[in-house]
């Protein structure tokens, strides 16, 4: 007879792994919550949610995962912040809709179940969605030892959020309005397969190494750092009533493909070259992997994490309240996006 733990599944550390995780888990919950960890499907009430008044609510969904990150971490066996990775990106990817984050599902799919990892990656997705006011819902943990190799892992979720259907983004987007940045940690959540390559064991650094432009930090450490969130600054933005007619989270496609989803029909944009700060980790992957500026951009978000459109005339209160922006360009007439001096 051959048992499942043979073939690579083992249900003993799948059950054990789901004990470490349902007290971090739990501890995101809301009264909202009808039936969480342990049930089949997570139940969540709109109604203990949001009260009442329901009928202009909209629910904003989005699905996504740390991605190659992944391999970065294994390779050092630093596991505790990729929860924030997929958090943070998944609260930034509702957010340029206006909408506030509800709850999350996460999914990890493993080659063979490490309860003291699982539980460490659950904890963080856990500790990011209490920052965030997010309920970890539920989840699920897959082993699929042919599919994975060893020691590799997927780290995904799917967020649900809500937003008022007259407070949607974007809205009233116009040529003249101003271009605001919101400053990235580092590569974020993409640009991993090229960075890996460049940079990681094999090249001509590896993680270990501390190059001069990291200011005394590894690679490693410079790769590993998190995917920052905006919803605060959204927040302090609302406080300050300054009218957002537009947001966009730069991942995947860089600003080339992802400020041009939130612009209307016969608009284009400039970016200004030199008015915002690279992190030195992009520049670092730009330098090793020779990319041009048009391909630099494409690939990774050069310091833009997310860019924030409002009215001309709300510009400087926008910057008071939220210091750390940049105002890195305006929207303008016809054309794409372009840099420029």
């Not at 809301?30 to 009260?51: E, K, M, R, Y």
């Not at 856990?126 to 190799?149: H, I, K, S, W």
């Not at 020779?290 to 978000?301: H, I, P, Q, V, Y």
């Amino acid at each position: 007879m051959t048992v499942y733990r043979e073939a690579g599944v083992d249900i003993d550390a799948a059950a054990r792994a789901r004990q470490l995780m349902a007290e971090a888990v739990r501890s995101t919950y809301s009264p909202a919550v009808l039936a969480g960890i342990g049930a089949f499907g997570g139940c969540f009430d709109l109604h203990a949610a949001v009260g009442s008044e329901t009928d202009d609510i909209v629910l904003v969904a989005s699905i996504d995962s740390v991605g190659t990150k992944t391999l970065v971490a294994a390779a050092l066996g630093r596991y505790e912040t990729l929860g924030y990775d997929l958090v943070n990106h998944s609260v930034n990817d509702i957010l340029v809709q206006g909408a506030r984050p509800l709850f999350l599902l996460d999914y990890l799919a493993v080659d063979r179940l490490d309860p003291q990892r699982a539980a460490t990656l659950v904890a963080s997705v856990a500790a990011a969605c209490r920052e965030v006011g997010c309920v970890l819902l539920g989840g699920e943990t897959a082993q699929m030892p042919d599919v994975y190799r060893e020691g590799a892992f997927e780290l995904a979720g799917t967020i649900v959020g809500i937003v008022r259907r007259a407070q949607m983004l974007p809205r009233n987007v116009a040529a003249g309005d101003v271009i605001l940045a919101l400053p990235s940690s580092g590569l974020h959540t993409n640009g991993y397969s090229l960075a890996r390559r460049v940079l990681g064991p094999g090249s001509a650094w590896g993680y270990d190494a501390r190059p001069a432009e990291l200011n005394g930090r590894s690679i490693g450490d410079a790769l590993l750092e998190p995917h920052r969130v905006y919803l605060r600054a959204f927040e302090q933005l609302e406080a300050a009533s300054v009218a957002v007619h537009a947001m966009a989270h730069i991942t995947g496609g860089g600003v080339y493909e992802n400020l041009p989803r939130v612009l209307p029909e016969g608009c284009g944009a400039i970016i200004r070259r030199g008015t915002w700060t690279i992190p030195p980790i992009c520049t670092l992957v730009v330098q090793a992997a020779g990319l041009d500026e048009r391909e630099a951009f494409r690939t990774l978000n050069m310091g833009l994490g997310m860019l924030v459109i409002v009215p001309s005339d709300a510009a400087d209160a926008a910057l008071r309240a939220v210091p750390e922006a940049s105002p890195v360009g305006e929207v303008v007439t016809g054309g794409d996006v372009r840099l420029v001096d």
